[in-house]
Each structure stands twice: as structure tokens, then as C-alpha cells.
């Protein structure tokens, strides 16, 4: 038998065995470190074999899944979390592990033994052995518990505040405190006439005021002076209400309200046309961000006195990114140190000391301080004893963290919720939430604002039905089952119906509503609505309406084109469809640029058209009229008659309503009567020229006839004997006299129808004028047997005209009078002063006249009674003659008659023929 011999000296064993303890006891220490590592941490590792069952799990993990590790290990991991596979996030995560891929942030929902909810993300790689099979997944998951609440708060707050964006008439703008817009509503640009690409959030509040003040918005002045008053007004703070009337008529009344950040909120109100406007007011800002994840970003340890004996950074943040610190710069030196060097709150140092005085744990210890930029920063720490084999405390570690990203978010939150409680104070719209049970049932939570004045219209507390129907008008309830129908799948909705208020007064609101949503059951677990009382807005859109009907009836019946004009809305003109058939225009388009029309109007017309025009905006003329060619689009030329009133303001007309009429047909028939006149005036001038040129011919023979005739009569050169000798030559010489008179009268009229008649001024007295004329007819008034009766006031002034004239015109006058007056009338001569002006009347008894024979009196050679045995003579050239030298002077000439009564003849001269001696002026 051979003896077994050892390879291996025992003293070499010996140290084999040495060493082999001495690596369990480091290995050991690293397990311990790293498992104290986890235990302060969110973050918690997990590994599962090929069948998903967990075969490792940390502390951490154990804790948050609120099991022990006997409920855990050998189980599937979908078991332990009560995965729904219902659910379209856990089918997929299942299909995602048996395709043995990894996978990154899987979000989902756990439900503890106590019915606590946490909200983890976890992540996972699949391992394969050195043969590829699989053999399970090792990862890391997180509790994002807090992130995910606060992201509730954020939404929930949210969706309060464009609910409350969503309801209000009002254009409303937000500036913070370095005097930026950060929001607006779509209701803030319609009333300022802006439009997105002109102003946009984030853009200087001092731009708004200049784009306003260019445009007219402030009124007039300097324009970098009126945007530094502005500017200074909203930095005072304060609370201001004004009203600003707009270049296009509209009035705004514009509230500042001060934030307490250095912003302040701008209400703008249109009380020009309010109760028109329906309010389509969008929510145009998103106020809150979501809160930075947790996670640890830096690991440490210290000894007793706080001293750092161990950092491992897992990103460069927090006090390490400020000063740019490297492990190696810290390891040695003390928390208070470090801390002090960056001007931190110390008081962190204390309370951590506190806890290590009495060995206890501390978790989510804070400090802050202000970076190089002037930001302040915001730190977390937790931390557990570290403990040696005989269960001393050594020292500390644990993990640091920089919140500074959830801190400025909860500080916007709460300005956000700040600004949310001024807005609801600003107007007077209702702000509610409802938490919708299970069953559906409405538990109200809170609400903000009122609705219905002094009949207020109380929110019911619990709503099992149809939400407003305890009050909605019968004929809505259809309609609100159905809302609330829509809602309950999911849906936003915004409708208008009627309730009875608490007086019993019909009401209009317009009720908005957004459900919130659970995202692991799918259901509406909350509603967040708003409502408005429009009452006041329905019952003038259908005044409006009924208005409309009537201006439409009206226009239809009319035949006129009606067209309108508005300064602010550019140079155009707004017609309706009957203006483009008058106007001969194709098409149907309602909006017309002035200068399209301009080169319709006929050149000839243009400028008389541009004068009416201007003459109308500038306010010489209050009403614009003006007839002018214009040319259809069939080629056709139409006259038009265009005319139009406007509203005028401080600086002009900004309005004018018109109607174009088609009076082609008229101005034809003018045309042509123009045209008739003008050939009878011409031929009228013809014939005048041709009697008066006659006239001077007849008249030099007739004058020898009227001489010889007189020589025969008187017997100058010898008595002729026979005695009838001389009747005849009598006879020969009266009717060349009377001749004569016709021919010079047809002379003087023909001269007066063709302005000839050369006219000498002086100042004829008329005392002696009636004297010299009555002395001329006394044989014939008394061989008429007729009475004349004058009237002259002794202080009649004088009369500035032709002698001759005059005195042929109360001739005229005198012996019409007492051709057509019988025996024993009366003839009446009279003159006075009217008005300035002279007036001469002569009046008879005589027979009189119909109207139509003062018609056919007035015309040349036209007698009254023309048959070949009239009773009265004359060649009808005394009233047309009398009336052509009237005017001659200035004058008018009217007669009134009465058959069988008599006749008035007034004379009138205008007072510029009225002489006044210098001393009675």
C-alpha cells in the first residue's frame, strides 16, 4: 500500500485558508455598503429566473410592495404586483418579457396590502447563459409615488384655470414681474385687433403699448412718451379701472390688477357691444411643467464628525455642478466647511447632527443656496448609520439629491394658484369640480364665483341624475342627459341651455365641462366645469336677428344698390347684391376696393364725383350725393345716382351708408330735352335776330310814310282841297304811328330774348315817374271813363334803373289795365318798400283771367281771344316785353287774376336797386 503524500506544505494552506476569509470578509463589507446603499435610496434592484419568479429582491423593494420575503420569492413578478391583464399596459409588458427584451421606464400602478397607492417606474435587462438560453431579467425600479401625485395637483390645477380662461367674456392678459406677457386669451387679440403673428406670449408688455399707441390706440402725442407713461402706470402696483374709446368706435374698459410677483393681470371689457359677443375664449398658455423626477444623485459617506470619507456622483448637480467640485476636493474636508463656503442654510448641519447624536436615520433633510447666478438651489439628503462589527456607529452614508427643479415648480403652482384665485375674483363666472362615485353619482368638492346675481343659483352638493336638473327648462332635459352622456365617456363638452332661477325668470347659460380621467380604470373620476350667464347675450343676438329680418325685407323691396363704408375697416365698400345689378357687376363678391370703383366711374365724371366725395369726409357737405357715368362689366354705360349719409366723430366721417340708383332713363329723357331746348333757344334766337334786323327795315320806309303823311295832313306845302284829302293822310299817319309802335316793340323784345338791349343807370324818382306816366294816359282813362287811384309813401326812396325802361314798363302796365277794365272800374297805382326792395303794383277791375290764360298771356304774340272778331286789340308783346325789362333790372314780375273781378300785376326789384341818400344811411 503506497502512502499519500501533500503537494501542499501546511504553512501554504494555511495562508490559502487566510486569504480565502480575508476575501469573504471584503466581500461581505461590499454586500453590506451596497445593501445600506439601497436601503436609503427610491431606487430598489430585483433579478427573476426564465419563469419571471423573483429570486432576489432588496429591502427597499420589499417595503414599498409592503410584503415579506416570503410572499415575494418563487413568485411571479406579474402575481406579486396583481398585474390586469386587461389592461393594454400589462399586455404589453407581458408580451415584452416573454419576447425576453428589455425594457426602460414601465409605468404602472401598485396597490399595497393597506390599500396605499404607489406609482412605480421600473426598468429591466434579460440575462442569457454562456449557452444564449435565458435565464431571467435583473433590473432596478423606482417609487414615483410623489412625482406622480404632484403631476395630479398640476394637471387638476390646470385644467381649473382654463376652465376658468374658457368662460370669461373678457380679453384678459397675465405680465410677470420683468414686465412679459405669459398668457393671453384669444378674447385679448380679437378686442385689440391683433393677431398672433403681431403678438405672441413671451413678448414684452411695452411692445402691446407701442403697437397700440402707432395705431391710434392712446390718441395723439409722442409716441415713446405715451409707452413710458403706460409702462410707469402698470409699474406703480396698483390697482387701476380706466376706459380707453378706440379709433374704431369701440370702448374698452381696461382693469390692471397688481400680482404679487411684480406682474399684474389686464382685464380688457368691451362695453360697446358686449351683449353681442359670444364667448369662444380658449385657454392659450400652459402654466405648470411637470415635477422633476426623484432620483439620487449623489452617494456619501462621513465619519461622526460629518466629514466626507466617500462621494460617488452619479451626474454633476446641485452644489457640485455651482463651484464645479471634484471628489478629490471634497473627501477630507467637513460638511459644515463646504457648505459655509457657498453661504448654505447651516441649520441642515444641526439637524443632521441631531439625528447621528441619537444614531437614528434621517430621511429628506433640505438646505438651499444661492448660485453665482443669484438662483437659489434646493438640496435633499437622507441618510442611514453605518455600524461596525461590534455594532458601533462609525459614521453615516447615504444619498444626496437636487430638488431645485420640484421647488421652482411648487413655487409656480403656488403662483399659478394664486393667479388662478384673482381670476376667479375678476369675474363673475361660476368655477366648480365635482368627484363622480362609481355609480356616477356628482359629490361637489368646491366651487368659485357666482351665478344669477341676487337670485343666486346654488350648486347642488350631490347630483345622482342629470347635472343642472333641478333647475334646467323642460325642453333642455333631453339635452342634458345626453351631455352628460358625452361626458361620462370621456368627453369635453360646452352647450347652451335654459334653467328657472330661484324667482322663476328663464335664464340662459352657457356651461362648460372637462372630465378627468383615471388612467388605470378608464372611468371619470372628476369634473371640472365652469358656467356663464348669457341671458342678456341671447336676448340681443335675437333682437339682432329680428332686425336683421326687417333690414333684409327692406332691402329687398327697395330699388336701390345699398352700400356702407367704414373708415376702420380700409378704403372699401360693402354693398349688397342689388348694388351690383344696378352697378352692372359680375359676380358676388360683397367687398369692393374704392379704388376698383374709382376707374368704374366715367372720366369725364371722376373729378366731380372725387369733389362730392371729399367735400362729404371733410364735412362740407353733411349728406353726399353726386349723378356719374359708370361702366358695367357688359359693357353698357349706366348713369347712376349716388347718395349717403355718414356718422361723423372728432376727426371726420369714420361711417356713411348709401344707395346707388339707376336713373339712366332720366338723364336720357334730360338729354334730350337739353337737347330740344337748346335747338329752340337757337331757333329763337334766329328768329329774334331776324325781326329785329326786319324791323330796321321796315321801319326806314315806314318812317317816310309817317313823314309824308304828316305833310299832307297839315297841309305844309298848300291846301289839298278836297277836305277828305286830309282824313286820308290823318288815317295814313295814325296807323304808320301805330306801326311803328308794334315794330319797336317786337325791336325791344327781340333785343331783350338776345341780351341786346343796352341798359343806363340812374336814380329815377318815382313821384315824378307815376306823374309823367298818368299824364300821358289821362285822355284815354277819362275817355274810358275809369277812375285811377295812386299810392306812394312820401318817403319812398329812389329807384336805381333804366328812365326809359321803367317808364315803358308802367306804361305797358297802366294801359293793359285800361284796355281791360269797363266803364266805371278803377285802375290802381301803388309802389312801397319790402324787405328793402321796391315793389310796384297795378291793379284793375277789369275782367280778369283764368290760370290757363296767364300762362298763354305771358307768351310772345299770343292773345287771350284769338279769333278774327275779338274785342280787344293788340299784338300780345305788352306783358312778355314788361316782363323782359323787369328782369332786366334784377326784377320779377307775377300776375294774379280773378275772371270777372280783375287783375294784379306785382313788380318787385331787388334791393340793390333801392337808392338811399347817404345821410339817411
Excluded at 369692393?592 to 366731380?608: K, S, T
Excluded at 324787405?835 to 290760370?851: H, L, N, P, R, Y
Excluded at 333790372?889 to 300785376?905: A, N
Aim: aromatic share 8%.
Amino acid at each position: 500500500m503506497t502512502e499519500s503524500v501533500s503537494i501542499y506544505p501546511v504553512t501554504h494552506l494555511d495562508e490559502l485558508a487566510s486569504q480565502n476569509a480575508l476575501l469573504r470578509n471584503q466581500l461581505q463589507a461590499v454586500e453590506n455598503r451596497l445593501r445600506d446603499f439601497l436601503d436609503v435610496v427610491a431606487d430598489w434592484i430585483y433579478e427573476t429566473d426564465a419563469q419571471h419568479r423573483f429570486t432576489m429582491i432588496s429591502s427597499r423593494g420589499l417595503e414599498v410592495l409592503g410584503l415579506p420575503p416570503e410572499q415575494v420569492y418563487g413568485r411571479s413578478v406579474f402575481d406579486v404586483l396583481n398585474a390586469a391583464f386587461d389592461l393594454p399596459l400589462w399586455q404589453r409588458q407581458l408580451a415584452t418579457a416573454n419576447a425576453h427584451e428589455p425594457f426602460r421606464d414601465f409605468n404602472f400602478l401598485y396597490i399595497d396590502p393597506k390599500g396605499e397607492r404607489h406609482f412605480i417606474r421600473a426598468n429591466g435587462n434579460p440575462r442569457f447563459d454562456a449557452q444564449g438560453r435565458f435565464t431571467g431579467y435583473r433590473g432596478v425600479c423606482t417609487d414615483v409615488t410623489d412625482t406622480a401625485r404632484s403631476q395630479a395637483v398640476s394637471d387638476r390645477n390646470a385644467a381649473m384655470l382654463r376652465a376658468t380662461f374658457d368662460h370669461m367674456a373678457e380679453g384678459i392678459a397675465i405680465i410677470d414681474g420683468d414686465m412679459r406677457v405669459t398668457s393671453f386669451n384669444k378674447r385679448f387679440l380679437e378686442l385689440l385687433d391683433l393677431t398672433p403673428e403681431q403678438f405672441a406670449i413671451g413678448d414684452p408688455f411695452e411692445k402691446l403699448v407701442r403697437l397700440n399707441a402707432e395705431r391710434g390706440e392712446h390718441g395723439s402725442g409722442e409716441i415713446d412718451a405715451i409707452v413710458a407713461k403706460r409702462v410707469a402706470s402698470v409699474r406703480e402696483a396698483k390697482a387701476r379701472i380706466f376706459v380707453r374709446r378706440r379709433p374704431n368706435g369701440t370702448v374698452l374698459e381696461i382693469r390692471d390688477t397688481p400680482l404679487p410677483d411684480g406682474g399684474f393681470v389686464t382685464l380688457y371689457t368691451d362695453i360697446t357691444e358686449r351683449y353681442r359677443i359670444e364667448q369662444n375664449l380658449k385657454l392659450s398658455e400652459e402654466r405648470f411643467q411637470d415635477f422633476a423626477q426623484c432620483s439620487a444623485d449623489w452617494f456619501w459617506e462621513t465619519d461622526m464628525t460629518q466629514t466626507y470619507t466617500f462621494l460617488e456622483f452619479r451626474r454633476l448637480t446641485g452644489p457640485f455642478a455651482e463651484r464645479n467640485w471634484s471628489k478629490e476636493t471634497l473627501l477630507g474636508h467637513s460638511r459644515h466647511d463646504l457648505l459655509a463656503s457657498i453661504d448654505a442654510d447651516t441649520d441642515f448641519v444641526g439637524k443632521v447632527q441631531a439625528h447621528m447624536d441619537r444614531g437614528e436615520a434621517f430621511q429628506d433633510l433640505e438646505y438651499s443656496f444661492l448660485g453665482s447666478d443669484g438662483a437659489r438651489y434646493w438640496v435633499q439628503a437622507s441618510g442611514v448609520p453605518i455600524r461596525d462589527e461590534a455594532g458601533t456607529i462609525t459614521g453615516y452614508r447615504g444619498v444626496g439629491r437636487d430638488i431645485t427643479g420640484r421647488k421652482r415648480d411648487e413655487a409656480l403652482r403656488d403662483a399659478s394658484e394664486h393667479r388662478y384665485r384673482v381670476i376667479s375674483e375678476l369675474t363673475s363666472d361660476l368655477v366648480y369640480s365635482y368627484r363622480i362615485d362609481p355609480d356616477g353619482t356628482a359629490n361637489l368638492e368646491w366651487h368659485a364665483g357666482s351665478l344669477g346675481g341676487e337670485n343666486f343659483i346654488p350648486l347642488a352638493d350631490k347630483v345622482p341624475d342629470v347635472w343642472w336638473g333641478n333647475h334646467a327648462h323642460p325642453e333642455d332635459i333631453g339635452m342634458l342627459r345626453q351631455r352628460r352622456q358625452r361626458i361620462m365617456e370621456g368627453h369635453p363638452a360646452t352647450d347652451e341651455f335654459r334653467i328657472i332661477d330661484p324667482s322663476g325668470v328663464m335664464r340662459w347659460l352657457r356651461v362648460y365641462a372637462r372630465p378627468d380621467i383615471d388612467p388605470d380604470s378608464g372611468r371619470v373620476i372628476r369634473l371640472i366645469g365652469g358656467a356663464t350667464d348669457i341671458t342678456e347675450r341671447k336676448l340681443a343676438e335675437q333682437a339682432l336677428r329680428r332686425s336683421e329680418e326687417r333690414h333684409a325685407l327692406l332691402l329687398a323691396g327697395a330699388n336701390e344698390g345699398v352700400y356702407e363704408w367704414v373708415q376702420s375697416q380700409g378704403d372699401v365698400l360693402f354693398v349688397s347684391s342689388r348694388f351690383r345689378e344696378v352697378a352692372g357687376i359680375l359676380g358676388d363678391e360683397a367687398v369692393i376696393p374704392r379704388a376698383h370703383w374709382l376707374e368704374r366711374v366715367h372720366d369725364e365724371d371722376l373729378p366731380r364725383y372725387r369733389h362730392a366725395w371729399e367735400a362729404h369726409l371733410a364735412g362740407v357737405n353733411q349728406r353726399f350725393s353726386c349723378e356719374y357715368r359708370i361702366h358695367g362689366d357688359d359693357g353698357v354705360i349706366r348713369w347712376v345716382h349716388d347718395r349717403g349719409a355718414g356718422l361723423r366723430g372728432p376727426e371726420g366721417v369714420y361711417r356713411t351708408v348709401g344707395a346707388l340708383t339707376n336713373v339712366t332713363a332720366r338723364k336720357m329723357t334730360e338729354i334730350q330735352l337739353y337737347e330740344a331746348k337748346d335747338r329752340a333757344e337757337t331757333a329763337s334766337r334766329a328768329k329774334s335776330e331776324f325781326l329785329a334786323n326786319m324791323s330796321h327795315e321796315l321801319r326806314t320806309p315806314l318812317n317816310a310814310v309817317i313823314g309824308f303823311s304828316e305833310i299832307l295832313r297839315d297841309e305844309l306845302f298848300g291846301p289839298l282841297g278836297d277836305s277828305r284829302y286830309r282824313e286820308y293822310a290823318t288815317d295814313i299817319n295814325d296807323s304808320g304811328n301805330h306801326l311803328l309802335r308794334i315794330i319797336n316793340d317786337i325791336l325791344d323784345l327781340s333785343k331783350a330774348e338776345a341780351g341786346k338791349i343796352d341798359m343806363i343807370d340812374e336814380v329815377v324818382d318815382l313821384s315824378e315817374l307815376f306823374a309823367s306816366c298818368t299824364r300821358l294816359l289821362q285822355p284815354r282813362l277819362q275817355g274810358a271813363e275809369l277812375t285811377l287811384e295812386q299810392s306812394l309813401p312820401a318817403d319812398t326812396p329812389g329807384l336805381r334803373g333804366d328812365r326809359q325802361r321803367l317808364r315803358q314798363i308802367l306804361l305797358n302796365l297802366l294801359s293793359n289795365a285800361i284796355k281791360f277794365t269797363g266803364p266805371g272800374g278803377t285802375v290802381t297805382l301803388s309802389a312801397q318798400l319790402e324787405a328793402g326792395g321796391i315793389v310796384m303794383k297795378v291793379a284793375d277791375t277789369g275782367v280778369g283771367m283764368s290760370e290757363a290764360d296767364l300762362k298763354k298771356a305771358m307768351l310772345p304774340f299770343t292773345q287771350i281771344d284769338s279769333s278774327l272778331h275779338r274785342k280787344y286789340d293788340g299784338t300780345g308783346l305788352g306783358l312778355p316785353l314788361t316782363k323782359s325789362m323787369v328782369e332786366l333790372h334784377g326784377g320779377s314780375m307775377v300776375l294774379d287774376s280773378t275772371p270777372g273781378t280783375g287783375t294784379t300785376v306785382t313788380v318787385r326789384f331787388p334791393a340793390e336797386r333801392t337808392f338811399v341818400p347817404a345821410a339817411q344811411n
